[in-house]
């Protein structure tokens, strides 16, 4: 079992930028890959980014593509997420997860481990 603690979130306005961290301890973080989801009230959790184990392949919901960036340090067991050019529509509850897996999935059951989430609130 990986623990992870996601750090970074807050409250910014539209345009801004934020990065997100997570801190996993525990089995070996190299070994799978990771994600990060959020939930927005009312909406169902989507996969908003995913890399694999050692970094060579990423994911994006369109949503966000060429704004966020997903990253990994396996030398600090620490993931990324770099959110740029924010939007109102970006704000949610976002949580870090990690794979059962080292290659990169966008299925979500296949994240055994999350962290408790931390907020994003964009302002217009």
């Known amino acids: 079992q990986v623990q992870l603690v996601e750090s970074g979130g807050g409250l910014v306005q539209a345009g801004e930028s934020l990065r997100l961290s997570c801190a996993a301890t525990?089995?070996?973080?190299?070994?799978?890959?990771m994600g990060w989801f959020r939930q927005a009230p009312g909406k169902e959790r989507e996969l908003v980014a995913g890399v694999s184990a050692n970094g060579g392949r990423t994911y994006y919901v369109d949503s966000v593509k060429g704004r966020f960036t997903i990253s990994r340090d396996n030398a600090r067991n620490t993931a990324y997420l770099q959110m740029n050019s924010l939007k109102p529509e970006d704000t949610a509850v976002y949580s870090c997860a990690c794979s059962v897996f080292p290659y990169l999935t966008t299925n979500i059951p296949a994240f055994g481990s999350w962290g408790q989430g931390t907020q994003v609130t964009v302002s217009s």
């Open positions: 525990g089995r070996t973080f190299s070994s799978y890959a």
